[in-house]
T-cell receptor
Framework: EAQVTQNPRYLITVTGKKLTVTCSQN?????MSWYRQDPGLGLRQIYY???????DKGDVPEGYKVSRKEKRNFPLILESPSPNQTSLYFC??????????????FGPGTRLTVL | EDQVTQSPEALRLQEGESSSLNCSYT??????LFWYRQDPGKGPEFLFT???AGEEKEKERLKATLTKKESFLHITAPKPEDSATYLC??????????FGTGTSLTVIP
């Protein structure tokens, strides 16, 4: 089954404790992305990756890191989480942008609470 | 700056009462406008992509249209199972996606 998976689905942590949210897709997609979703602000892109070893900042990259060492995986790293990073996070992938097949497939989401 | 604005924020319809959702956008070099459906606690689900003004796409009770400044999602004779949040997104000359804040649709039986 074609899908994007994220882990963990729920996470409660404390300020400053490093964490990683994993994302994996099995569709051989080139483009992968991380979003956060907050009430009243909608989905905002954190980082995106056009291909392996290529990553770029989105609108809200502060406090986050990413890496793309393999095509299928795109982990999101919070080196020192703070309460303002409490949010619902989504990973998404698409075949490519501007190629006529750029609908994004989204993961199920990770609800993060930073105390 | 690329921007997407959706209206209304919330919409309540009686079953069978047709209506439209609006998505207005400002983007440099539009390369695609997307509609997604999102159910509570789940990731967005793709509905449509529109690429150029005048384009229309349909799927069951939904029809999406695109002009140079906005897109409409028309819902004909909605059913309670159409209740969800509908999201609009664009991609422009850059490689970033920009989403609106969504329209929360409730269809009352």
């Amino acid at each position: 089954e074609a899908q994007v998976t994220q882990n963990p689905r729920y996470l409660i942590t404390v300020t400053g404790k490093k964490l990683t949210v994993t994302c994996s897709q099995n569709m051989n997609h080139e483009y992968m992305s991380w979003y956060r979703q907050d009430p009243g602000l909608g989905l905002r892109q954190i980082y995106y990756s056009m291909n392996v070893e290529v990553t770029d900042k989105g609108d809200v990259p502060e406090g986050y890191k990413v890496s793309r060492k393999e095509k299928r995986n795109f982990p999101l790293i919070l080196e020192s989480p703070s309460p303002n990073q409490t949010s619902l996070y989504f990973c998404a992938s698409t075949l490519g942008v501007g190629q006529g097949s750029d609908e994004q497939f989204f993961g199920p989401g990770t609800r993060l609470t930073v105390l | 700056e690329d921007q997407v604005t959706q209206s209304p924020e919330a919409l309540r319809l009686q079953e069978g009462e047709s209506s439209s959702l609006n998505c207005s956008y400002t983007v440099s070099g539009l390369r695609g406008l997307f509609w997604y459906r999102q159910d509570p606690g789940k990731g967005p689900e793709f509905l449509f992509t529109l690429y150029s003004a005048g384009e229309e796409k349909e799927k069951e009770r939904l029809k999406a249209t695109l002009t140079k400044k906005e897109s409409f999602l028309h819902i004909t004779a909605p059913k309670p199972e159409d209740s969800a949040t509908y999201l609009c997104a664009v991609i422009g000359a850059g490689n970033q996606f920009y989403f609106g804040t969504g329209t929360s649709l409730t269809v009352i039986p």
